[in-house]
């Protein structure tokens, strides 16, 4: 559940009347021969469900759920034999997939399912057990997990998704629980910008240089482009295997960075981060930058800072952040020529130098009270101080 703050000329006048937030518990599933071919059937049918409704949906151009259910319904209930909400959830998956981009037909390829209240609960009785709704009807699978898991399984479940992971051929269970936080509060604001050589810079002095996290997924994108010019059925097999560990690494890195950052604010701290819709389209960068940028994950580095500030009831608001990058923390010159480099400001006014990013976080930290206000800072170096976390060193495959 997001922390939802009402728009006003300052954060102060915020409401926040969140006292309880949503985590994600990770389980893996112990399954018998029986009960794993009945999940992985019905995981097959829920997945050339969601590829025929996209088909429709692209035919016909309706996205809206509410219209595409009239058109498919029916039809995906009686040809892939799947219960009446896997059906919907399965319309809601593709409708939600179109939301975001309509230039071309969708195509589903994970073995994965949306479970809502009516096709999944959690049997704590004894040992903890997931009643699943399948298309042979409800199977009682046998959590395999730990003493942690148990714990915040006691909270209330709100759904889950059955996740079939095709390098260590299992199915785990993500369960969606409540837990209980405290109700945010603060009224210092912390701005954080967030790029790719620096991943994230914070105004209280907290940075993550992102170059060897860069070089790390440089040797993941070669080995990929190697691996698909070859072509053969191991490369194929190989590429598999490397998309998983790929995606574990980024996860595991982002979690990271984003512990760290929180575990480094004060108690009263307000974190201020930048709207990022459209930042795709609207930041200019090199052709051989486009897969580094294009592929990263800013927006989930900054869901992982929300949910984890909201634990230790930390604030987080979102501001716009149109000339972040441009205007002057010392004297508020906004010029275009004050961005010298990609990591050089330098005001053409008042002559104040300081790293880009760092100038944008302050900025934003600005931003967060309700308008700009000149802050007094060193006006020489651009090194960072304070809080500097290194990116955790990975050994090349």
Same mark, same amino acid.
């Given at each position: 559940?997001?922390?939802?703050?009402?728009?006003?000329?300052?954060?102060?006048?915020?409401?926040?009347?969140?006292?309880?937030?949503?985590?994600?518990?990770?389980?893996?599933?112990?399954?018998?021969?029986?009960?794993?071919?009945?999940?992985?059937?019905?995981?097959?049918?829920?997945?050339?469900?969601?590829?025929?409704?996209?088909?429709?949906?692209?035919?016909?151009?309706?996205?809206?759920?509410?219209?595409?259910?009239?058109?498919?319904?029916?039809?995906?209930?009686?040809?892939?034999?799947?219960?009446?909400?896997?059906?919907?959830?399965?319309?809601?998956?593709?409708?939600?997939?179109?939301?975001?981009?309509?230039?071309?037909?969708?195509?589903?390829?994970?073995?994965?399912?949306?479970?809502?209240?009516?096709? +999944?609960?959690? &049997? /704590? %009785?004894?040992?903890? #057990?997931?009643?699943?709704?399948?298309?042979?009807? =409800?199977? @009682?699978?046998?959590?395999?997990?730990?003493?942690?898991?148990?714990?915040?399984?006691?909270?209330?479940?709100?759904?889950?998704?059955?996740?079939?992971?095709?390098?260590?051929?299992?199915?785990?269970?993500?369960?969606?629980?409540?837990?209980?936080?405290?109700?945010?509060?603060?009224?210092?604001?912390?701005?954080?910008?967030?790029?790719?050589?620096?991943?994230?810079?914070?105004?209280?002095?907290?940075?993550?240089?992102?170059?060897?996290?860069?070089?790390?997924?440089?040797? +993941?994108?070669? &080995? /990929? %482009?190697?691996?698909? #010019?070859?072509?053969?059925?191991?490369?194929?097999? =190989?590429? @598999?295997?490397?998309?998983?560990?790929?995606?574990?690494?980024?996860?595991?890195?982002?979690?990271?960075?984003?512990?760290?950052?929180?575990?480094?604010?004060?108690?009263?701290?307000?974190?201020?981060?930048?709207?990022?819709?459209?930042?795709?389209?609207?930041?200019?960068?090199?052709?051989?930058?486009?897969?580094?940028?294009?592929?990263?994950?800013?927006?989930?580095?900054?869901?992982?800072?929300?949910?984890?500030?909201?634990?230790?009831?930390?604030?987080?608001?979102?501001?716009?952040?149109?000339?972040? %990058?441009?205007?002057?923390?010392?004297?508020?010159?906004?010029?275009?020529?004050?961005?010298?480099?990609?990591?050089?400001?330098?005001?053409?006014?008042?002559?104040?130098?300081?790293?880009?990013?760092?100038?944008?976080?302050?900025?934003?930290?600005?931003?967060?009270?309700?308008?700009?206000?000149?802050?007094?800072?060193?006006?020489?170096?651009?090194?960072?101080?304070?809080?500097?976390?290194?990116?955790?060193?990975?050994?090349?495959?």
């Amino acid at each position: 559940m997001r922390k939802h703050v009402e728009e006003s000329g300052s954060f102060k006048e915020g409401i926040y009347e969140l006292m309880e937030a949503a985590k994600t518990v990770v389980c893996k599933l112990d399954c018998s021969e029986d009960e794993f071919k009945k999940l992985m059937d019905t995981g097959e049918a829920f997945r050339d469900a969601c590829n025929y409704i996209s088909e429709v949906a692209w035919n016909n151009r309706v996205y809206n759920p509410v219209a595409l259910h009239r058109l498919v319904y029916y039809e995906t209930k009686e040809r892939f034999n799947l219960p009446a909400n896997l059906a919907i959830r399965a319309r809601d998956r593709v409708a939600k997939s179109y939301k975001t981009d309509r230039k071309k037909q969708h195509k589903f390829r994970q073995l994965s399912m949306d479970l809502d209240k009516r096709l +999944f609960t959690l &049997l /704590r %009785s004894g040992e903890f #057990r997931a009643s699943i709704s399948t298309i042979y009807g =409800r199977v @009682k699978v046998k959590l395999a997990i730990g003493d942690y898991q148990r714990e915040l399984l006691k909270n209330p479940v709100r759904d889950a998704k059955l996740v079939y992971r095709r390098d260590s051929k299992e199915f785990y269970l993500h369960i969606t629980v409540l837990v209980k936080v405290t109700e945010p509060r603060g009224d210092n604001p912390v701005g954080v910008d967030i790029g790719i050589n620096k991943l994230l810079v914070a105004s209280n002095g907290f940075s993550v240089n992102g170059k060897p996290i860069e070089h790390r997924r440089q040797h +993941f994108r070669k &080995l /990929r %482009s190697s691996l698909q #010019r070859k072509g053969t059925f191991s490369a194929k097999r =190989r590429l @598999k295997r490397l998309s998983g560990r790929e995606h574990r690494w980024a996860n595991t890195v982002l979690h990271q960075i984003s512990r760290a950052f929180v575990n480094s604010l004060q108690k009263g701290t307000v974190v201020v981060m930048e709207k990022l819709n459209g930042i795709r389209q609207r930041c200019k960068h090199r052709k051989k930058q486009r897969a580094t940028f294009h592929s990263w994950a800013f927006n989930r580095l900054q869901q992982m800072i929300e949910y984890k500030c909201l634990e230790k009831g930390i604030p987080v608001v979102y501001v716009e952040p149109k000339y972040t %990058s441009q205007r002057c923390p010392r004297c508020g010159t906004i010029d275009k020529r004050n961005r010298r480099t990609q990591s050089l400001f330098r005001c053409v006014a008042c002559g104040y130098q300081h790293n880009a990013d760092v100038v944008a976080s302050l900025n934003l930290s600005e931003l967060a009270r309700g308008g700009w206000a000149a802050v007094n800072q060193p006006d020489a170096g651009i090194a960072l101080h304070g809080n500097h976390l290194q990116a955790p060193s990975f050994r090349a495959e």
